[in-house]
């Protein structure tokens, strides 16, 4: 199957990723896998899937969740966009480390941290600590399906992507298991809230 090669931009995930983007898998499924691919060629351009496309990359929010859209679309069977190309770039915003003249503007920021400590403290991540912590613990879950999704998936393991379904397994669980702990480390049972930590 051959894909266009569409450019997307001028959209915000934070927003878009729990309103749009779920409408357009159920009533557009067509026209989301033509702007998922868009934003698959944001990161073959880039190196990296956008947060905020406009059309380059912004540091405008906290979270990840264009790796939730891509993710979505892929448990939902959406058609039309590359599938090897979308595992690349979910491994990348998964696993990598933004670079630090990036300030922000793709990955996550402190992944590091967040990786082994299951939080981003609030030394590190100030008042977003809370909210980055969460919004990447929500990606990572929803990484986590799509990698389970395609790790049993024949279509998937026929097509010989460069990630073999038992690695897909086994960073699906890797993801859950953050994205669990992330959610323990920073709900206060005395407050009935989460709340930063340092």
Request: hydrophobic content about 40%; overall charge negative; proline content about 6%.
């Amino acid at each position: 199957m051959r894909f266009r090669s569409p450019l997307v931009t001028d959209n915000g995930f934070w927003d878009t990723y729990r309103t749009v983007y779920p409408l357009l898998s159920l009533a557009y499924p067509d026209h989301l896998g033509n702007l998922v691919q868009g934003w698959l060629n944001s990161f073959r351009e880039g190196g990296w899937l956008p947060s905020w496309a406009s059309p380059g990359y912004r540091n405008c929010m906290v979270g990840t969740f264009a790796d939730v859209v891509i993710a979505d679309a892929i448990v939902k069977r959406v058609p039309g966009f590359d599938l090897g190309v979308a595992v690349e770039a979910l491994m990348k915003d998964s696993f990598e480390a933004p670079p630090g003249s990036a300030g922000g503007a793709v990955g996550k920021e402190g992944l590091g941290a967040y990786a082994s400590t299951k939080y981003v403290a609030f030394t590190q991540g100030g008042h977003d600590s809370v909210s980055r912590t969460l919004d990447y613990a929500f990606a990572d879950f929803a990484v986590a399906k799509a990698f389970k999704y395609l790790a049993s998936s024949k279509e998937y393991a026929a097509s010989h992507h460069s990630v073999s379904p038992g690695a897909l397994q086994g960073h699906a669980q890797a993801l859950e298991e953050r994205a669990n702990a992330a959610h323990d480390a920073l709900y206060s049972p005395k407050h009935g809230l989460m709340v930063p930590k340092d």
